[in-house]
């Protein structure tokens, strides 16, 4: 048992400086959402730093790469958590599994426990593996299975949205802009973001096959660094997806620029 507590110590040490991570992160991207635009999946990087930077003290794995493919996953998690579950929606009334008539709300219990589970999906499945060099066809499933909180913490998002939009009203006079506003979406960065970091340091170390480094001596090997196949396709996946995105953001930028630019325009004539 006296072997176990400088573990163990580690171990909640660990659980809790991830937490503190997440509540860092979730302030943060309150705080950015204040001069972005919250459908911008780049929003989502913050969380993602935040979750490499840990992963990557408590593996003792130090890879420029490795950390660059995390914040690209951070920017496809967050894409598919805003846009999946409305996809999945019409996907289900398309099959007559919904009602056609019954209209589903963009901020419902259910968008945001599903947003919740998906984000936390792709967050997991690129901790496995890029952090845990998990392989074979197992890695959806533990990445699905822890998850599942994900889903448990966007329901609780939503529970909690309108207290904290109260709260947000205090401080700063809501957003009156048409569509989506940044206060819906304070209680999700803010209980979310942390509740995911704090499975990730309980959890993850359970379920990957690699076991954490955390509190070994032996450093790290090259072929422990390796991915599998399945990871360079996941990895291949992410950049070409961020890639996307981030034409489609900046194609955006530079249109609503030169819109603004010849609206200006007339005006100094």
């Known amino acids: 048992m006296v072997s176990q507590t400088p573990i163990t110590s580690r171990r909640i040490a660990s659980i809790a400086a991830f937490t503190a991570g997440g ?10 959402v204040l001069y972005l635009d919250p459908l911008n999946p780049f929003v989502g990087t913050i969380f ?3 979750v490499a930077i840990f992963l990557s003290l408590r593996q003792r794995i130090w890879s420029a790469w490795r950390i ?4 690209a996953t951070s920017v496809v998690a967050y894409f598919a958590a805003l846009w999946s579950p409305g996809l999945i929606t019409e996907l289900l009334r398309s099959l007559r ?8 709300s963009d901020f419902s219990p259910g968008i945001f426990a599903l947003a919740g589970f998906v984000g936390a999906f792709v967050i997991m499945l690129a901790a496995l593996l890029l952090f845990f060099q998990e392989k074979g066809w197992r890695i959806p499933t533990k990445a699905a299975a822890l998850a599942l909180p994900g889903a448990l913490l966007g329901l609780i998002s939503f529970l909690a949205s ?8 205090q401080w700063r006079i809501p ?11 304070y209680s999700a960065y803010l209980i ?8 990730m340091a309980a959890l993850l170390p359970y379920a990957a096959s690699v076991p954490s480094l955390l509190g070994n001596s032996v450093p790290v090997t090259r072929s422990q660094m390796k991915l599998s196949v399945s990871g360079k396709i996941f990895v291949a996946c992410m950049l070409a997806g961020t ?6 953001e900046g194609y955006d930028f530079y249109q609503t620029w030169q819109n603004q630019h010849h609206a200006e325009k007339p005006q100094g004539h």
């Not at 509540?23 to 950015?32: D, E, F, K, P, Q």
């Not at 957003?175 to 979406?185: C, K, L, V, Y």
């Not at 890639?243 to 489609?248: E, N």
């Open 23 to 32: 509540i860092l992160s979730g302030i943060l991207t309150v705080a950015s």
């Open 48 to 50: 993602g730093a935040a």
């Open 68 to 71: 660059s493919t995390f914040l």
């Open 97 to 104: 599994i919904l009602d056609t008539a019954n209209v589903i």
């Open 162 to 169: 309108t207290s904290i939009q109260n709260m947000a009203a």
């Open 175 to 185: 957003s009156q802009s048409w569509g989506p506003r940044p206060e819906q979406f």
């Open 192 to 199: 979310w973001q942390p509740g995911i970091a704090f499975v």
């Open 243 to 248: 890639s996307i995105l981030g034409f489609l």
